[in-house]
């Protein structure tokens, strides 16, 4: 995806702020595979451009594009080789260059790899090799890999509900937090770990001003001029970003990750500022003959309520879900952005040290590890539900459905779906 002011490249409209490219079915075209070289004879991968494909070209082409000046068009995950199409009004016909087969902008600081090569060519491949990339990979480099496929074909799949905004602006990339010296986007998904992988973007950001995330308290960690993120940046400097830097997010199964938030933020005293803005508001409109205290006080929400202001259309009319409950693609937009690696809170040790490995930090940055007995658990969550009606169990299951399916979570067994 990229960000431009000029044509949206699906039917020639203008746009102001943010320009996607939806998955669509591509069509092979005819033609044969050249490289620009430079003066020495060899590919040339510094020049603006580098990755042009015009309709001579091998690969995959689509045809849409013609309609898009300075665009880049990410093509999400592809089983086969992956072009990145540029469509540049001066590019010269058969001016391509073969990329990573998984279809990355390798663009290396000096001296080392950046976390994109890393995950993409863990191996060292010259640009002509065309071995099948996925007989090297590791099965940890294959789980990410069919991770990133579900999302794509989720998205695919659901175009119509996934895909509603047809622009994206840079205020709707306030979660992605970004790390200059790394190469790293991430986005944070409030109740899943953010708060210590904030932390670890300190450390990474810090460049040495902090060593020890655990050190770090955790409001310090929330506080947004610690962290610069991609909304901060001018369009082209944010397409530079997206299109180079490695991005991962991590998920969690959407039920328990809401009790969680609920647990949180409606029934621990400290919250007030949840229980004054959106507790006294869920008590006004789904409680009946609440007393003068709850209304003033907001500070006993029921989980029952919980969900019916969730559900409820004139919620969804009114404004945005709060970002604890937001759904993740809202929050993320990966039907927008293609994000490189999806991590899961099931398997979060193991998913965060890999980033940190691919960001060449492993050896000596670990994500924190620590027991922690109130955290909320698949079987609290099935005790939440349990005095939840079918109905109301349905119509919030249709609210994250899409969260659901993308991440590859199957519908809980405690639901009584109707």
Known sequence: MSLTRGLDHRDGEEVKELATC??????????????????????DVSFPGA???????????????????????????????VWVIQCSPGARSGSVMRRSPFGVDICCRKGSRSPLQELYNPTQRSLERVSP??????????????????????????????????????SDLKHLVVDEDHELIYCYVPKVACTNWKRLMMVLTGRGKYSDPME?????????????????????EINHRLKSYMKFLFVREPFERLVSAYRNKFTQKYNTSFHKRYGTKIVRRQRKNATQEALRKGDDVKFEEFVAYLIDPHTQREE???????????????????YDLVGKYETLEEDSNYVLQLAGVGSYLKFPTYAKSTRTTDEMTTEFFQ??????QTQLYEVYKL???????SVPSYLKLE
């Open 403 to 409: 969260d659901f399916l993308m991440f590859n979570y």
């Open 51 to 81: 990755f042009v494909l015009d309709q001579m070209s091998p690969g995959l082409w689509d045809p849409r594009c013609k309609l898009v000046l300075n665009i880049v068009a990410d093509c999400q995950t592809c089983h086969s080789q």
């Open 320 to 338: 945005p879900f709060n970002e604890h409950w937001q759904t993740v693609y809202s929050l993320c937009h990966p039907c927008h952005i293609h």
């Open 133 to 170: 990339p996925w007989l090297e990979l590791s099965n940890t480099a294959v789980l990410h890999q069919m991770r990133r496929d579900q999302v794509t074909d989720t998205c695919r799949a659901n175009s119509a509900v996934s895909r509603k905004r047809r622009v994206l602006t840079p």
């Open 22 to 43: 939806p998955p669509s079915p591509r069509q092979k075209v005819p033609g044969r595979e050249q490289h620009r070289v430079n003066e020495n004879g060899r590919p």
């Open 216 to 236: 770090i308290p955790a409001n310090e960690a929330h506080v947004s001029a610690n962290l610069k993120t991609l909304n901060q940046y001018s369009i082209p």
């Open 387 to 392: 005095n939840i009606s079918s109905e109301h």
